[in-house]
């Protein structure tokens, strides 16, 4: 963030009172401002530059006064008290001086008076050369480059005695302890390796030596090379997509225009900035929040230098920042504050340069020496030099010929070598947050109050009467990145599947299935359980938790049942968002799905009217003199056995295997698809035109929803899984009996082309504020009928290993559960935790023996009135549902959807009943009229639920033969008899065993509204035979579905379709009449 931050604030007004220009013989309490001045007033009246102490000082500057002390000394914290004062000495405020280059005092320092000493002259032999390293009369530290060439004589004189080799062990000690730090995080990570991004203006390699220390820790180092042209803006962008990348862990940045260093360095994200330069960081270490800042490795290197030239405590000692400019100089006041230094800065042209470094115990040079500075100034000086800080470029590789115990190295060399050192360990110990950061910890989440309301308004009036939050807010609330959302809106997003990888190693969640009892046509609220219970954990029990739902077909919503976002108050905002076109998956599954039936009639029609010939030079044809296969055609030769890849040598006969499909017409299986429901597309004649030359065929229509792409999507794993899928999808037989997949006919590219964005689940939210995935959306009577493997992964991830991931399966238990434990549970290799099963009174009634219910008509007196015997006569689907349940081995929990007809005996009875039947607990919910609260009962009792043992099984082993594992399923879970499979359904089960489909799971295709093939038989039927009609073959989503009786896949309209109370207000745009 370029903005100014509250840290940067408070730097700004250190700053400030860093301005305070004191240097006297006696201790004082820098950097407080008189009361009522402003602070930067004070400092401009206090940053006159001093010279000498004392009455020498008017004598060597007759321009500046004699000092006055005027403020008492101030005692150290602990040993001997100061010395006392020379008689008659008085400390002096000093007067504003005139324009000129001016030494700054740290506000943060803590000063100890020592008698001052004649400029030239050191008292003792020469403070600074006791300082050194052992021996009398050694030359001082001082910088080689950039000052003149006697210092780097000097220099090289210095480390001749050794103290290169001392210095140098530091880095190699940092090196070491980094390499023991990375060891121990990757123990539990043992594929981590963290990255580090030097991004740099210009093309030098300027990172050897870095990549050298960072290749011996074991860790990675990218160089990005910007031109030298580039604006600072464009830099700042190049820097943020760095900031966004979950692969690069760290940041440093090296030669940067000073005239915008400032924009560039705060446009590093804090939790990447290994050089701790950012405004935000420096606010951090100021404040002294050392556990959470970064310290600067320049300013480390330079204290821990300090230290080691000291030989021993730097405390009470003063130390001068010559040249020291901008976050180093931060740093470095801070630093040495905390460790009882009194720091003073200033530039290489002040006047009284001379006395004030002779007035310094240590030196820290920052920039280059200006040439008219006598070098003897600063022969008797204990100097650390890092102006050629690694920030600024200065890479050699002579780093990579001389390891850092060697002791020929300059004092610059040391403090790069162990500032770069720093860095790397910064780079470790940011990566260690950035693990930590990735372990889920309990949301920040700001949930959204409910203003219910008695008698409970619309479904669509309540959703417009809350205020959602924007949906980039709530993905930051639930640890979602900048760069793993795309935004549609303001409440809809898309989620990338990259939060996979990088959530990898993150324990799942607790997996919550919620089905039903048999349901009736009005719907028993599975959806609205789904919603309350998420709402009543995360935003009454404050456990992380997440809905997965599936996209509801326009085709109902425009039809009989309505929308699909819950109800009440237990709902998905916006609802009108919700239930129509959302984020546009099902019209790319109906765009994919229809191309697909475009390609087989075409590719039949262009077979029946060309020659081999023109087939391969359509096919293949010469582009710029020169023919070429595409990928998609190099796969299909190598499956037909063609080894040839020169499409000018091919065989007449492999001309003809590869440019024949010889799609036998009566066999497909693929139909075209429209998300609305249109009974007159049930069947169709295509192709009636002249321009198809005679080429016609009976075809039909299906509900969108019930393409087979759909199915894909919603078991699939990844991109490259989907692709693979697709092209898998068998269209047809050829007229030998083998089939044609999609990949034959030449289109898996472009069918991924068309469903790389359906892919990404969309994040939307309840009523409540809390977190809802809405993909995928397959009807469970005609197919799985559940929501999407990725969606359940991600939000497995992200609510963390004590959270809570809810999903719906479509219609009964019978279909919609055990679809997903056989079919959804073998993709995802997911466990579930508990079952949710949902009942109401109305509909056990109705299985009891009362009348049939009609949607949109008034209920009889039987579901309006309290009736026990019909209530307690209706258990028995309760009952063998709750059996089916426990046919898997996960503990079931029933959840009673309340009405407001509902007795108190009613709703008493059906919990007793279903704990009589092997429920771990029945629940009675009010969450359609109390949102959340009134679903807290049943979040309690999920979550004792999720404690007892799980012993998950599936109903059949896959092995086995497709007419048994039918028998299976229709004897354990619907209560058949046996099967009875019809000549067509036996002709197609010994074609799809011969092919080699024989050990797919089996997806039923049946009605939703019995146990058996009956819909008007409801209870629980016995001792009937279930017809097996016809079976066909999802290959591509990797299920055979069997047709019981007679199964429609395309809805029709009733006389009275939703639509009519459907509208739109063209003032305000707001949508009126679903529900």
């Given at each position: ?823 959804k549970c073998r993709a995802s290799g997911l466990v579930p935790s508990v079952v949710v099963l949902v009942a109401t009174v109305r509909a056990l009634k109705m299985h009891g023996g009362g009348p049939n219910v009609t949607a949109g008509a008034p209920l009889k007196r039987e579901y309006t009135e309290e009736n026990l015997k019909l209530v307690s006569d209706g258990c028995s689907n309760l009952r063998k549902q709750i059996e089916i349940a426990q046919l898997f081995g996960v503990p079931v929990v029933v959840a009673l959807n309340v009405f407001r007809t509902d007795s108190p005996a009613e709703i008493d009875l059906v919990c007793e009943i279903a704990k009589q039947s092997g429920a771990s607990d029945a629940v009675p919910c009010n969450h359609w009229s109390d949102g959340g609260r009134g679903a807290v009962e049943l979040a309690q009792a999920v979550r004792r639920a999720t404690n007892q043992q799980n012993a998950f099984r599936y109903l059949y082993d896959l092995e086995i033969p497709i007419a ?112």
């Amino acid at each position: 963030m370029l903005a100014s931050s509250p840290q940067a604030i408070a730097l700004e007004s250190i700053s400030n009172r860093a301005a305070f220009s004191l240097w006297g013989s006696v201790g004082v309490r820098a950097g407080l401002a008189p009361l009522g001045e402003d602070v930067s007033a004070a400092g401009r009246r206090c940053a006159a530059s001093p010279p000498p102490r004392g009455q020498a000082a008017a004598k060597a500057d007759p321009g500046f006064p004699a000092p006055r002390l005027c403020c008492r000394s101030r005692r150290r914290a602990a040993g001997p008290a100061p010395p006392p004062r020379p008689p008659g000495a008085q400390l002096l405020l000093l007067a504003p001086a005139p324009p000129q280059p001016t030494m700054r005092l740290s506000a943060l320092c803590r000063l100890v008076w020592r008698p001052a000493a004649t400029a030239g002259r050191r008292s003792g032999g020469g403070r600074a050369g006791k300082l050194l390293s052992r021996g009398e009369g050694r030359p001082p530290l001082l910088p080689r480059r950039g000052v003149c060439s006697t210092w780097g004589c000097l220099a090289k004189q210095q480390v001749s005695h050794g103290s290169g080799r001392g210095q140098g062990s530091l880095a190699r000690e940092v090196i070491e302890s980094s390499k023991k730090a990375l060891s121990l995080l990757q123990i539990e990570h043992p594929t981590f390796k963290p990255t580090l991004s030097i991004v740099q203006v210009g093309d030098d390699d300027l990172g050897q030596g870095m990549r050298n220390f960072a290749q011996e820790i074991g860790l990675n180092i990218v160089c990005s090379c910007l031109p030298r042209e580039y604006t600072e803006s464009e830099v700042a962008d190049e820097i943020l997509k760095l900031n966004e990348d979950p692969k690069v862990h760290g940041l440093a940045l090296c030669r940067f225009n000073k005239s915008y260093t400032s924009k560039i360095l705060n446009a590093v994200k804090l939790e990447k900035d290994v050089n701790g330069v950012t405004d935000a960081n420096l606010g951090r270490l100021v404040h002294g929040d050392m556990n959470e800042c970064v310290i600067p490795p320049t300013a480390s290197a330079v204290i821990q230098l300090l230290e080691k030239l000291a030989s021993t405590s730097l405390d009470g000692k003063k130390v001068l920042l010559l040249g020291v400019e901008g976050p180093i100089e931060v740093s470095l006041q801070c630093l040495l504050q905390r460790k009882g230094v009194m720091t003073m800065s200033c530039p290489w042209k002040m006047k009284q340069l001379q006395a004030t470094l002779h007035d310094a115990d240590l030196v820290v040079v920052g920039s280059a020496k200006p040439k008219e500075i006598p070098v003897m100034w600063m022969s008797e000086m204990t100097t650390v030099n890092c102006s050629y800080d690694f920030l600024q470029g200065w890479y050699s590789d002579s780093y990579g010929e001389h390891p850092v115990e060697h002791s020929d190295q300059t004092p610059g060399e040391v403090v790069n070598q162990l500032a770069m050192a720093l860095c790397l360990q910064n780079l470790i110990k940011l990566s260690e947050r950035w693990v930590q950061a990735q372990q889920c910890k309990k949301w920040n989440l700001r949930c959204l109050k409910l203003q219910s309301h008695s008698p409970v308004p619309s479904d669509i009036e309540i959703s417009r009467g809350q205020s959602p939050k924007a949906v980039d807010v709530l993905a930051r609330e639930i640890g979602l990145l900048t760069n793993e959302i795309e935004i549609y809106g303001q409440t809809k997003a898309k989620v990338r599947l990259s939060l996979l990888e990088r959530l990898k190693d993150q324990p799942d969640g607790n997996y919550v299935l919620v089905a039903g009892i048999t349901p009736t046509p009005l719907g028993e609220g599975k959806s609205t359980v789904t919603i309350g219970l998420v709402q009543a954990l995360t935003a009454h029990l404050k456990v992380n938790s997440f809905a997965c739902l599936r996209q509801p077909s326009q085709g109902p919503t425009f039809g009989v049942k309505g929308g699909a976002a819950g109800g009440g108050y237990a709902q998905v905002i916006p609802m009108e968002e919700f239930n129509l076109h959302l984020t546009g998956d099902i019209h790319a599954i109906t765009a994919a799905n229809n191309l697909l039936a475009a390609a087989i009639d075409a590719r039949i029609l262009h077979e029946n009217t060309q020659s081999d010939k023109a087939l391969y030079n359509r096919l293949v044809p010469l582009v710029h003199g020169a023919r070429k296969f595409s990928a998609i055609q190099l796969a299909r030769m190598k499956r037909l056995g063609i080894n040839n890849t020169d499409p000018n040598t091919l065989t007449e006969e492999e001309i003809h295997r590869f440019v024949r499909l010889d799609i036998d017409p009566s066999t497909i299986t693929w139909q075209r698809v429209l998300d609305t429901n249109d009974r007159f597309l049930r069947k169709i004649t295509i192709g009636q035109a002249s321009t198809e030359k005679g080429f016609s065929r009976p075809a039909q229509f299906d509900i969108a929803v019930a393409s087979e792409i759909m199915a894909i999507l919603a078991l699939t794993t990844s991109l490259s899984d989907m692709k693979e899928r697709l092209g898998k999808i068998v269209v047809a037989n050829d007229k030998s009996g083998q089939p044609v997949t999609a990949e034959d006919l030449g289109v898996t590219g472009a069918l991924s082309v068309l469903m790389k964005d359906a892919i990404k689940p969309t994040l939307m939210q309840t009523l409540e504020g809390t977190p809802v995935f809405v993909h995928a959306g397959p009807f469970a009577n005609i197919a799985h009928g559940n929501s999407s493997v990725l969606a359940d992964k991600i939000a497995l991830k992200l609510v963390g290993k004590d959270g809570f991931v809810v999903t719906e399966a479509g219609f009964g238990a019978d279909i919609g559960m055990e679809k997903f434990f056989n079919i959804k549970c073998r993709a995802s290799g997911l466990v579930p935790s508990v079952v949710v099963l949902v009942a109401t009174v109305r509909a056990l009634k109705m299985h009891g023996g009362g009348p049939n219910v009609t949607a949109g008509a008034p209920l009889k007196r039987e579901y309006t009135e309290e009736n026990l015997k019909l209530v307690s006569d209706g258990c028995s689907n309760l009952r063998k549902q709750i059996e089916i349940a426990q046919l898997f081995g996960v503990p079931v929990v029933v959840a009673l959807n309340v009405f407001r007809t509902d007795s108190p005996a009613e709703i008493d009875l059906v919990c007793e009943i279903a704990k009589q039947s092997g429920a771990s607990d029945a629940v009675p919910c009010n969450h359609w009229s109390d949102g959340g609260r009134g679903a807290v009962e049943l979040a309690q009792a999920v979550r004792r639920a999720t404690n007892q043992q799980n012993a998950f099984r599936y109903l059949y082993d896959l092995e086995i033969p497709i007419a048994e594992k039918i028998r299976i399923i229709a004897q354990n879970v619907y209560g058949a008899q046996d099967i009875e499979l019809s000549p067509a359904a036996q002709s197609q089960i010994d074609r799809y065993s011969q092919q080699g489909f024989g050990n797919l799971p089996i997806c039923m295709a049946k009605t939703h509204l019995s146990l058996s093939h009956m819909p008007e038989r409801k209870g629980v039927p016995t001792g009937f035979i279930l017809p097996i009609s016809d079976v066909r073959a999802s290959i591509g989503a990797g299920f055979i579905y069997p047709l019981v009786g007679t199964m429609s896949t395309m809805p029709g309209l009733p006389t009275r379709p939703c639509f009519y109370d459907i509208d739109l207000d063209p003032e305000t745009e707001q949508v009126k009449g679903l529900f």
